[in-house]
């Protein structure tokens, strides 16, 4: 090996791409959230030679997966270099702002980035929609980021070729003429890559190496050279680099001593034919779905089955992963951790592949898939894999069944290969991943099965109750349970045959079995009037940040820029449930280089609490570190200080904590557990008292509904940076609630509030998650910068977030209710329990209440509620916290007295309204008429009539929200009178929620001047002091009010000067009224006691179809229509993009966004974006219809405007209802008793719907 460059390195071995990008080559365009390939936020462009091509080729990539050190070669581009103030903005920016595709903007950068590594491939509108599921969006909802990349799609529709005309009418700074090749070069990280031909010249035989003291890094290029580097350095502690993105997989990842970066290996990257098709260890995975679709074409008589190879790679992570990710990389995963359910391996093992593998010594072995899993690859290398041609009578099919549509591991993923000759099974071979540990191939099965005609029904009943027998999947939360993946497993089979039978052997009705659902291009429309007459107010303007969101320079709090001497602060969690820290050893991480400190809770010098009771909502003192009873697992007890982000945060896990009195108990982690301990059971007197009770009881139904929890999921992660100035601290906080930051952080360190000045911009989404459980980051980060007196971050890794930052309430609600038999309520008995995690503190049950009353006469309705403490972190405050709960509680109740009744659901629901303050039954009216309902209904009856396998529903649901002032938010104006311009400064934190656009939007209303006057300043603990948090979709509104006041306070005082000028324009105005000392600027804060402000209702009324397949539990939405009364909407624009995106995050509460603990530890299980999964892309309705009401203007509200950011989440129970019908339809089939009513588990996963199905295995038949 001839080593050049054999240097040492200041830079950290494992420092990130990412990390490297933000913090040293200080460009914080590129975000982060998820740091394990999951969410998008981190993506930026490369250009470089891929070795299987031989082709300099653009493509994404994870900067959270690729190591700095890796980048040899590539020449980077991040946001940054795309487009910018100074030089102006690129194509894609504008096209984002134009197509209102961004709200809080976090995720943005990483959209912007990742179409930029497709939009010149000729794509077209269905391959953009597929390359979607690399990025995660937790406010849009996803259509306009839809929009925005089918815009640049070869076959784009004329309403998107029009749009991208408009595009350039808006007034956005143009990209100027500067070259962008070297603009974007000054951002590349490689001093040798300014120019991509030098790249792909780099040396082939010039192996780098690192030498970093510890550990050593090496960049190889020949084969030869790793061997040599094992054999020089040994190989008890090595990795091969290649994509790196296994690490995204484990749990808990460490770097081994030595690391061999092979990725430009050649030899390992290229493929050719003997008679088989011999693919390099290493080509990626992506590069093999090229070579897999131009080979089953070239040769499809004998590699035909590749087509479906290529299909089911498209399901393998996401496109940026697949880019750089290996073949070898993916078995050696699965070599690793068996129960790792890798396509790759399933696929091959299903076909007959062999891998050839090369050892130290150098002999070389080939080997099966299944001896492969046993073989010790110590110092051992995956030289290829060989894939073996099949003839036409072999009939290959794979299928792949994920928790949502695109980026997620499987739960059952399956390969069948069937050799038939005149329908006698000759060969075959049944190979599922995720059963078990052991399980490949269904063994029995297969052996049954050769020399047997399967089509036909007692045949294929036997084979299905051998595959019974055999499949016994292994218990292992937060999976999906055995029971669920056996049923996959069988009616994944059952579709096999269903797919490759001859028409003449299977009945029509069970035909489309065999079919995966399919889903076509997704559209949407928004419908809404305007009146141009009020411009600005009601104009569609873009949002206001959207620009600088598109480029990067939208600041969050971790943007701050680097600054000299800072630090890194992470938690170290608790491992246990309930006890006490006996000790913590400080002493052994102290040791390490890079740690600075470890602070525990005597090291916090005021109240150890990150609240302030008595402020609103807020009870009791909650600890910043567990000092005396721990709560439940992983609240944190100790703070690791390290040089850097990602040192912290591993280090943190590396702290021994020993406990004392540890509770032997299994935690309280359910209401049902909780309520039976009178400690945990608070009844509350927040409830609905009957007025009466009607007496034409017919019918009385009785029931349990259960709601789990959701995680905010906001994309930006909980994050604090303190700094350290002369009195005080300056802090940037992710906050919805600047005041609280500045009270808890006084009171902690015990110093007076005025030395705590909080300053923050935006935020990267909060959803309630930033009201409160932010403070206890925020006070850990200002107690480090302080005891150091250094600056300090403090960012929440994904695991450390989800574990102790809180989630949305579970719920349970009991009901008795007698109706007539119309199914109007004659009395309704009802409790519900709301699971407050360890703490009192966020309280809702208010909020409740009023959202059970919804449109309904509540004269006979009797609620109780009540709250449970249980072992898991403390609950908090999520996008209609509580009225989300008990709309969803009565509708559910609505839903069970229709089926008890066998009545149309709306039917009953009409009888039960309130015919005062209820605008409801006429936009029912509306949506059915619009929405072609009746017709729908019809063939939707023809359709589950005609088909066995496959489900349809449509159902309406109504939402009448209550919305009521609260806190006060003030705002001040000022005007310049140097120019007339007006900068604004708020209360109400933008989050997302457009509150920044509206502010400008009504101030130039309000003043007469033009839009482009306004500017609105960050917030300000000083000029917003004493402020309520930002929650209850009333920010925008509120903070317009006071707005409204102070521009009327401005107005009053330029009057008089107004009177003694002729008709001055306003600069003329501002002008004189600077010079004779008026004062401009203007300050008010609206409090909830304002006279001409009044609670009032906003309403809504959704419609969706859905069609369900009944053998795997899948489904789509095929249309959902929306119309919601916004009243006269500040900004339509902004309120559809509300809409939008409050349902689908409702829908995937509903459906994808599943909770696990485990049950004996208390331990979070669903801590990752690897298995906590967020809709996507291709999980929203595939035509997705928002209509804002007509003709409608709000008396009570802000200049006639509803609020509408929490509205729509609480129509998106409407997608179990749905659901529950194509259940039933299903059930009846299967000859279960039609009027049972039975209890479906929230959300509607594949494992619920599964079990609510209940198919039974004899119906698994070919012929009825
Ligand atoms: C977000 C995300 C989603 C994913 N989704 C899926 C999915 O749906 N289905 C699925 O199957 N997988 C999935 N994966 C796993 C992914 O396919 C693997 O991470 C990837 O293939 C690993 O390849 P790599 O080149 O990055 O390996 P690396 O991370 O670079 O290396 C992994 C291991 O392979 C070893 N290795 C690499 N090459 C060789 C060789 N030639 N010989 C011997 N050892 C070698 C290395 O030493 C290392 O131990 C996902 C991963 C992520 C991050
Ligand atoms: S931070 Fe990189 S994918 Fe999430
Ligand atoms: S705009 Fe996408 S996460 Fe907020």
Redesign the pocket.
Same mark, same amino acid.
């Not at 090595?238 to 997989?249: E, F, H, P, S, V």
């Not at 790792?340 to 391996?345: G, K």
């Given at each position: 090996m001839r080593i050049i460059n054999p240097v040492t390195s200041s830079i950290a071995r494992e420092t990130s791409l990412n990390a490297y990008l933000r913090y040293i080559l200080a460009l914080p365009g590129t975000k982060a959230m998820c740091r394990?390939?999951?969410c998008g936020s981190c993506i930026v462009t490369v250009r470089a030679r891929r070795q299987t091509s031989n082709v300099v080729e653009t493509f994404s990539v994870?900067s959270c997966?690729v190591l700095v050190f890796s980048c040899h070669g590539w020449k980077i581009t991040t946001i940054e270099g795309l487009g910018n103030r100074r030089d102006g903005y690129c194509d894609i920016q504008k096209r984002v702002v134009a197509f209102n595709a961004t709200q809080c903007g976090y995720c943005t950068p990483g959209w912007v980035m990742h179409l930029n590594s497709l939009k010149d491939k000729n794509l077209t509108m269905a391959e953009l929609e597929r390359s979607m599921g690399s990025n995660t969006c937790r406010c849009t909802g996803f259509r306009p980021i839809l929009d925005t990349f089918k815009s640049y799609a070869v076959d784009a529709s004329p309403q998107f070729c029009q749009r991208v005309k408009d595009i350039e009418e808006l007034n956005l700074c143009c990209k100027s003429k500067v070259d962008h090749e070297s603009k974007s070069s000054s951002k590349c990280i490689d001093s040798d890559c300014r120019n991509i031909d030098n790249v792909s010249k780099v040396r082939a035989e010039d192996t780098i190496a690192i030498d970093f003291g510890k550990c050593k890094f090496f960049k190889v290029f020949d084969v030869d050279e790793i061997f040599e580097a094992w054999y020089n350095n040994g190989v008890d502690s090595?990795?091969?680099?290649?994509?790196? !993105?296994?690490?995204?997989?484990y749990e808990t990842f460490e770097y081994p001593k030595v690391l061999i970066d092979?990725?430009d290996v050649k030899s390992?990257k290229t493929y050719y034919f003997d008679q088989n098709l011999i693919l390099g260890?290493?080509i990626?995975?992506e590069d093999c779905i090229k070579i897999f679709v131009d080979t089953s074409i070239s040769n499809s008589d004998s590699f035909g089955y590749l087509a479906e190879f290529a299909s089911h790679f498209e399901?393998?992570?996401?496109i940026p992963?697949?880019k750089?990710?290996?073949?070898?990389?993916?078995?050696? !995963?699965?070599h690793?951790i068996r129960q790792?359910?890798?396509?790759?391996?399933v696929l091959f093992e299903a076909v007959g592949a062999t891998i050839t593998?090369r050892h130290v010594n150098g002999i070389e072995n080939t080997l099966t898939m299944i001896e492969f899993l046993e073989y010790d690859?110590k110092g051992?290398?995956?030289?290829k894999i060989e894939l073996p041609p099949l003839s036409s009578s072999h009939k290959f099919r794979s299928y792949?069944i994920?928790p949502r549509n695109e980026?997620?591991?499987?739960i059952v993923?399956a390969a069948f290969m069937m050799e038939l000759k005149h329908d006698t099974v000759t060969n075959v071979s049944i190979v599922y991943g995720n059963i078990s540990e052991e399980f490949v191939h269904a063994k029995k099965t297969e052996t049954f099965l050769k020399g047997t005609n399967i089509f036909n029904n007692s045949k294929l009943q036997a084979a299905i109750k051998i595959l019974n027998e055999e499949i016994e999947p292994q218990d292992e939360p937060p999976k999906a349970s055995p029971e669920c993946r056996k049923k996959l497993a069988i009616g994944l089979f059952y579709k096999f045959i269903l797919n490759i039978s001859p028409s003449w052997c299977t009945s029509s009705c069970v035909l489309s079995g065999g079919a995966i659902i399919d889903r076509p291009i997704s559209s949407g429309t928004q419908d809404f009037q305007i009146d141009k007459s009020l411009f600005p107010l009601n104009q569609p303007v873009p949002k206001y940040e959207g620009i600088i969101q598109s480029s990067g320079e939208a600041q969050y709090a971790n943007d701050i820029p680097p600054m000299p001497n800072e630090v890194f602060g992470a938690f170290v969690l608790s491992t246990i449930h309930s006890g006490r820290v006996d000790k913590i050893d400080t002493a052994e991480v102290l040791e390490l280089e890079g740690v600075v400190a470890v602070y525990t809770p005597k090291d916090i010098p005021g109240k150890n609490s990150f609240i302030f009771p008595g402020i609103q909502l807020q009870k009791e003192d909650e600890e910043i570190l567990a000092s005396s009873d721990i709560k439940f697992y992983g609240q944190p007890v100790a703070i690791v200080v390290a040089e850097s982000e990602e040192l912290a945060a591993r280090i943190a896990k590396k702290v021994k904590v020993t406990y004392k009195d540890v509770s032997t108990a299994v935690p309280v982690l359910t209401i049902d557990q909780a309520k039976r301990d009178s400690k945990r059971y608070k009844v509350s007197d927040v409830s609905i008292k009957p007025k009466g009770k009607g007496l034409n009881v017919k019918h009385v139904i009785k029931g349990v509904y259960e709601i789990p929890a959701q995680y905010h999921y906001y994309m930006e992660p909980i994050s604090c940076v303190v700094v350290p100035v002369e009195k005080g601290l300056e802090v940037y906080d992710s906050t919805q609630w600047i005041d609280l930051t500045q009270n808890a952080i006084a009171r902690s360190l015990c110093i007076n509030e005025s030395q705590v000045l909080v300053k923050l911009r935006r935020i990267g989404g909060g959803f309630g998650g930033k009201i409160s459980r932010n403070a206890q980051a925020a006070t850990a980060c200002a107690l480090v910068a302080k005891k150091l007196d250094r600056p300090c971050r403090f960012i929440l890794p994904l695991q450390t977030n989800l574990t102790i930052a809180g989630a949305r309430c579970p719920c349970l609600c009991d009901y008795e209710v007698g109706v007539d038999s119309n199914g109007k309520i004659q009395y309704l008995n009802a409790t519900i329990v709301e699971d407050y995690g360890c703490s009192l503190n966020d309280d809702i049950l208010e909020y409740t209440v009023g959202g059970f009353s919804n449109c309904y006469n509540i004269d006979y309705f009797s609620l109780k509620t009540a709250s449970v403490l249980t072992d898991s972190s403390s609950k908090t405050f999520m996008r209609a916290p509580g009225t989300f709960e008990g709309m969803a509680s009565i509708e559910h109740i609505m839903e069970h007295i229709a089926y008890a009744l066998g009545k149309d659901p709306t039917e009953v629901r009409l009888a039960n309204m309130r015919t005062e303050d209820n605008d409801l039954p006429k936009l029912i009216e509306v949506l059915k008429k619009e929405a072609n309902y009746g017709n729908r209904v019809s063939s939707i009856k023809h359709f589950n009539e005609t088909n066995r396998w496959k489900k349809k529903s449509i159902k309406i649901s109504v939402m009448s929200f209550p919305v009521i002032y609260y806190g006060n938010y003030s705002a001040m104006v000022t005007i310049y009178r140097g120019d007339g311009t007006v900068t604004v400064t708020t209360g109400g934190i933008e989050m997302g929620q457009g509150a920044n656009t509206k502010a400008a939007q009504v101030c130039a209303y309000e003043l007469g001047i033009p839009l482009k006057y306004i500017s609105i300043l960050p917030h300000y603990s000083f000029t917003a002091a004493n402020n309520v948090f930002s929650g209850s979709s009333i920010v925008s509104e509120c903070v317009c009010y006071s707005i409204i006041q102070a521009c009327k306070t401005l107005k009053e005082r330029l009057e008089p000067i107004k009177m003694k000028l002729e008709k001055p324009t306003w600069e003329e105005l501002i002008a004189k009224a600077g010079e004779e000392q008026v004062d401009l600027t203007a300050f008010y804060m609206m409090t909830d006691k304002e006279k001409d402000l009044d609670s009032y209702s906003a309403f809504a009324v959704a419609m969706l179809e859905v069609e369900l397949d009944v053998l795997t539990g899948r489904y789509e939405i095929l249309r959902v229509d929306i119309l919601e009364d916004v009243g006269l909407s500040a900004n339509p624009n902004i309120d559809v993009g509300q809409v939008e995106g409050a349902f689908v995050q409702g829908l995937g509460y509903f459906t994808c966004e599943k909770i696990v603990y485990d049950k004996h530890t208390g331990k979070l299980l669903t801590n990752r974006?690897?298995n906590y999964h967020v809709p996507l892309a291709l999980d929203i309705p595939v035509d997705f219809r928002v209509k804002l009401r007509y003709n409608s203007k709000n008396p009570k509200g802000v200049l006639g405007s509803k609020a509408v950011g929490e509205m729509a989440t609480t129509t998106a129970h409407i997608i179990t209802h749905a659901l529950r019908e194509c259940i039933y339809e299903s059930r009846k089939e299967s000859g279960c008793d039609p009027t049972e009513w039975i209890n479906i588990d929230v959300p509607y996963d594949t494992e619920s719907i599964l079990k609510a199905l209940d198919v039974k295995l004899e119906e698994m038949v070919l012929t009825h």
């Open positions: 394990e390939g999951g994870n997966m090595y990795m091969l680099i290649d994509g790196n !993105t296994a690490k995204g997989i092979i990725s390992l260890a290493n990626s995975l399901l393998v992570a996401h992963i697949r750089i990710a290996s073949l070898a990389g993916n078995l050696m !995963t699965k690793a790792f359910q890798s396509d790759v391996f593998v690859m051992v290398l995956i030289m792949k994920m980026n997620a591991l499987a993923n974006s690897l």
